[in-house]
């Protein structure tokens, strides 16, 4: 067996959704099969189950209701089993920050004291909402902050869409009763590109998705939401057939000598491997195309030689790539490109025929912007030398 073909195998665990002891079980991110057969199991019958879930899910996605008290359409002595049985519970915030340009970042504590943190960016014709996948990351980047924090847990599916039911909360997104509908939304795109590799925690993200996606609830299109990831390979043909979002990829390097030191995991799956994954994406989701998003590193990966290397690789892939300025962080071993060759690096990759957007900073001052993310009791600062030495640079 090659290195690309071993069983991925990953030492973490998720809290599972009931308690010990006859806990109550959370019934958000539990899917509408999985909320069906709890209630049966709680005792509704199952001729009443099917409109039981339809009730239920409305109070909790839609309405944005925390209390079976308010679901008034429900019998009392129903809402009374409800309350002894489950409980509608969210990650809780800890903080919140404010960028100067507008952009929020919560951190958010989780079952076992853990902490994450989600950001949300708004911007003139949309909304978007950054959330994290696990606690921590396993990837170890060198360029990333969050990769410098130790992997934990992955999160459950709860977890998940409560990030996204929090920011509803603080930017008052629910509809009202009666009140005029209103279309316009504040959450109107979600990126999985927080904290963790979502693709290692495919299960949980996928049932979150599927939630968050749900047409009766908070009704998000696939269209509207991204998952990022470094190249699992394995799990990009199920992304496509079961979530079917769009797709981004963390490639930031045209050779496996800089990709292998920069994104370590390429060592499993190099370039090679990854874009031949890529090529089936769109087919296999209906997607119009895949997002390269490249950071911008000073003298390591920024060269015309670089970006004419990228064009050449890519071809053949219905794709945009996002150039991203480096984020820098305490202890950082790079510096961001300097903006002349930024843009002589967009230039290219344009006149080659592909969107080549250079992502504008956001949430800097808050340590809200790409890579920066880092739970705040895990911000123990490292040095430099020692993150370019467990980086090999």
């Known amino acids: 067996m090659t290195q690309s073909q071993a069983p991925i195998t990953q030492d973490v665990h998720t809290i599972p959704r009931k308690l010990p002891e006859g806990g109550k079980v959370n019934l958000i991110g539990l899917t509408r099969d999985q909320l069906r057969a709890a209630l049966i199991e709680a005792g ?3 001729k009443q ?58 951190l958010l504590k989780i079952a076992g004291g853990h902490e994450v943190e989600a950001v949300y960016i708004p911007e003139e014709s949309r909304g978007t909402l950054c959330i994290s996948s696990q606690v921590g990351c396993t990837l170890t980047c060198s360029f990333c902050h969050t990769g410098t924090q130790k992997l934990v847990r992955n999160l459950t599916p709860g977890e998940i869409v409560g990030q996204v039911m929090l920011a509803r909360d603080d930017l008052g997104e629910w509809p009202e009763k009666n009140s005029p509908k209103n279309e ?35 009704s998000l299109s696939r269209r509207r939401i991204t998952l990022s990831t470094s190249g699992v390979v394995p799990e990009i043909a199920k992304t496509a057939e079961e ?10 390097a045209t050779t496996d000598e800089v990709r292998d030191k920069l994104v370590p995991i390429n ?17 296999l989701s209906n997607s119009e195309r895949i997002t390269f998003e490249y950071v911008m590193l000073k003298g390591v990966n920024d060269s015309d030689e670089d970006a004419r290397r990228l064009v050449k690789l890519i071809r053949g892939i219905p794709a945009k790539i996002n150039l991203i300025p480096f984020n820098e962080w305490p202890g950082a071993p790079y510096e961001r490109s300097d ?22 900073p956001r949430g800097e001052d808050i340590m809200a912007a790409c890579g920066q993310l880092k739970s705040a009791t895990e911000r123990a600062r490292k040095s430099r030398a020692q993150i370019q030495a467990e980086a090999g640079l």
């Open 184 to 218: 316009t939304r504040l959450v109107s795109n979600v990126v999985l590109m927080g904290m963790g590799e979502p693709l290692y925690n495919f299960e949980n993200v996928r049932d979150a998705m599927q939630v968050v996606m749900d047409g009766e609830g908070i």
């Open 339 to 360: 903006w002349e060759r930024i843009e002589s690096f967009a230039d290219i990759i344009y006149k080659a025929g592909y969107a080549s957007p250079i992502r504008t």
């Open 49 to 106: 189950a099917k409109m039981r879930v339809g009730q239920i899910w409305q109070w909790l996605y839609y309405w944005g209701v925390r209390d079976f008290a308010a679901m008034t359409n429900l019998a009392k002595d129903y809402r009374a089993m409800l309350a002894e049985t489950f409980e509608i519970t969210l990650p809780e915030i800890v903080s919140k920050q404010v960028s100067e340009d507008g952009t929020r970042k919560y």
């Open 267 to 283: 060592k499993r799956w190099n370039i090679e491997t990854l874009l031949n994954a890529l090529r089936e994406y769109p087919r």
């Open 44 to 46: 509704t019958p199952e």
């Open 243 to 252: 979530i079917g979002c769009l797709l981004a990829v963390s490639f930031h």
